[in-house]
């Protein structure tokens, strides 16, 4: 499968706790891009990475979210002491041109 | 954050009906691109749009990209029980370092009672 894997699919876990999640994107693909969806609403963006570079990121990434891609590969988005507000479904997409391809999201529930 | 207008929110659909959506904004878009969403799943991609005007088709399924850069639509044609989810639209700028893509709220697709 070719297509962009995300692990867990699920994580639950106690407010306070730290969690992280991963991305491996299509692999030719040189964006990568985070984005948290809640309960009817459509993905809202979060964070974006050009090979390497966090080219930019949403005011909805507060101090406690934080994002890498070290040497453009696979990312990871960190969580630190949850809220319950943090339970949403994170997604990340990948691209060389225009159009965006997801990745199945892993689930977030903070108890 | 900014939000795109998609409507219907929601519609029933009867088995070999025609669907039609669209979406609007305020701003306007270099790309507007059509996903599909199932329960518990990512988005995947059913169309893609780069120019102003493009009508363009994938099997049962018609987008175009609104003259004005601030609309698009998607049409189902011949709807069938697996058509049933949630459609998003999304529009982006695509160059310099903006890349992310504006979401409408969805359109949810059920079937009629």
């Known amino acids: 499968d070719t297509g962009v894997s995300q692990d867990p699919r699920h994580k639950i876990t106690k407010r306070g706790q730290n969690v992280t999640f991963r991305c491996d994107p299509i692999s030719e693909h040189n964006r990568l891009y985070w984005y948290r969806q809640t309960l009817g609403q459509g993905p809202e963006f979060l964070t974006y990475f050009q090979n390497e570079a966090q080219l930019e990121k949403s005011r909805l990434l507060s101090d406690r979210f934080s994002a890498e891609r070290p040497k453009g590969s696979f990312s990871t988005l960190e969580i630190q002491r949850t809220e319950q507000g943090d339970s949403a479904m994170y997604l990340c997409?990948?691209?060389?041109?225009?159009?965006?391809?997801f990745g199945a999201g892993t689930r977030l529930s903070v108890l | 954050g900014q939000q795109l207008n998609q409507s219907p929110q929601s519609m029933f659909i009867q088995e070999g009906e025609d669907v039609s959506m669209n979406c609007t904004s305020s701003?306007?878009?270099?790309?507007w691109l059509w996903y599909k969403q199932d329960p518990g799943e990512g988005p995947v991609l059913l169309i893609a749009?780069?120019?102003?005007?493009e009508l363009t088709s994938n099997g049962r399924l018609t987008a175009q990209f609104g003259i004005t850069r601030k609309d698009s639509f998607l049409n189902i044609s011949a709807s069938i029980p697996s058509d049933v989810g949630i459609y998003f639209c999304?529009?982006?700028?695509?160059?310099?370092?903006?890349?992310?893509?504006?979401f409408g709220k969805g359109t949810k697709l059920s079937v009629k009672p």
């Open positions: 701003s306007i878009f270099n790309t």
């Open positions: 997409a990948s691209s060389s041109t225009p159009t965006q391809y």
């Open positions: 749009l780069y120019k102003a005007g």
């Open positions: 999304a529009g982006l700028n695509y160059g310099g370092s903006q890349g992310n893509l504006i």
